[in-house]
């Protein structure tokens, strides 16, 4: 943690946000979207041993870990692949060290361990983190300065080296907030200016669309729907509703990958753990299904009537050929 950000005791100091710091800021967004995916899942029957979080820490950072048993009780540990592969290339140990466990042990995953895995491949979030976090480091820092630079109105040029100190003074002053002066008129007429900054505005705004752009993205992956609105007017419900189908596919592959190893864990250690969805994705899970619900009846609905307007055609049909029938009747009795 961030020396500076310690706030425990409100001891902490407040500094200046450096948009130049790239890698730090990165840490900064990976981190609070690492604490925002942390209430994707909610667990239950785990032990006192393995708080939640650390299961979903390991997994979503290093893309895997292991439930292991030591000494009775249950653990998440995070380590490598070890031993010889199966036949499919798939390692079938799994290495672990634990100093304060005192444990350094190979074990056999599906023997001794439950290979406990973010998605099918192993992957983790990270890399999908570092690459959002990037882009938005990035805009940050240009949007800082075409914001710092926008109070800028003209280039400034100094004959002297007089002029030039006193031209970085007022220059310093505008980056600072407060009104640059120039004090005498022989230092006025030394300065030459250029205009400057006439399409900051257009520009700040195009940023700030890909600002957000970029940031529905990542909510998006994440299965979040976060609409980005590139339109300068309002959108329709089913504009907003266009992404919903991409915000299934990557979510859906973490629930089922937890479901199975959680089963595995269960059949393994002789638990009774199990896994839903919560808060925000809880909420879209019940909102999927009601209009999955809603769907389907009105797909039955629809089958309901066709079938019924087919049967009073039907209907209609054997009507007129019976009434036709009854004519040839009377037709021939007046012949006769």
């Known amino acids: 943690m961030d020396s500076e950000f310690n706030f425990f005791g409100l001891g902490g100091v407040v500094k200046k946000y450096d948009f130049t710091d790239k890698e730090r800021n990165v840490r900064h ?63 079938r140990n799994y290495i672990v060290a634990n100093p304060y466990l005192k444990l350094f042990k190979t074990f056999t995953i599906g023997e001794d361990c439950v290979l406990a895995h973010n998605d099918s491949l192993y992957y983790g979030l990270m890399p999908m983190f570092h690459r959002y976090a990037t882009q938005l480091v990035e805009n940050d820092l240009t ?82 729907n976060s609409n980005y609105n590139m339109k300068r007017e309002a959108i329709t419900s089913n504009e907003s509703q266009l992404n919903d189908d991409m915000l299934l596919p990557l979510i859906d592959d973490m629930f089922n990958c937890r479901k199975l190893w959680i089963e595995q864990v269960n059949a393994m250690f002789g638990v009774n753990w199990s896994i839903e969805w919560a808060s925000s994705w809880e909420d879209n899970a019940i909102m999927m299904d009601l209009e999955q619900e809603l769907a389907e009846a009105e797909l039955e609905q629809m089958e309901n009537d066709s079938e019924r307007s087919e049967s009073e055609s039907d209907g209609g049909d054997e009507n007129v050929e019976s009434d036709e029938g009854g004519d040839d009747k009377e037709d021939v009795s007046s012949d006769d």
């Open 29 to 91: 967004y990976v981190t609070y979207m690492l604490n925002r995916v942390q209430s994707m899942f909610k667990y239950s029957g785990l032990p006192d041993t393995i708080p939640q979080k650390m299961i979903e820490l390991y997994i979503m950072v290093n893309g895997h870990s292991v439930i292991i048993e030591n000494e009775g009780k249950l653990y998440v540990a995070f380590g490598n692949w070890g031993g010889e592969p199966n036949e499919y290339y798939v390692p």
């Open 143 to 224: 949007m800082n300065m075409v914001d710092v630079n926008s109070r800028i109105v003209a280039l400034i040029s100094a004959s002297d080296d007089s002029t030039k100190v006193s031209a970085e003074k007022y220059l310093a002053d505008v980056e600072a907030g407060r009104n640059g002066v120039i004090a005498s008129k022989a230092l006025l007429e030394s300065i030459k200016s250029q205009p400057y900054g006439e399409h900051n505005y257009q520009r700040l705004t195009d940023l700030i669309e890909y600002q957000q752009y970029t940031k529905a993205s990542w909510f998006n992956e994440l299965g979040l």
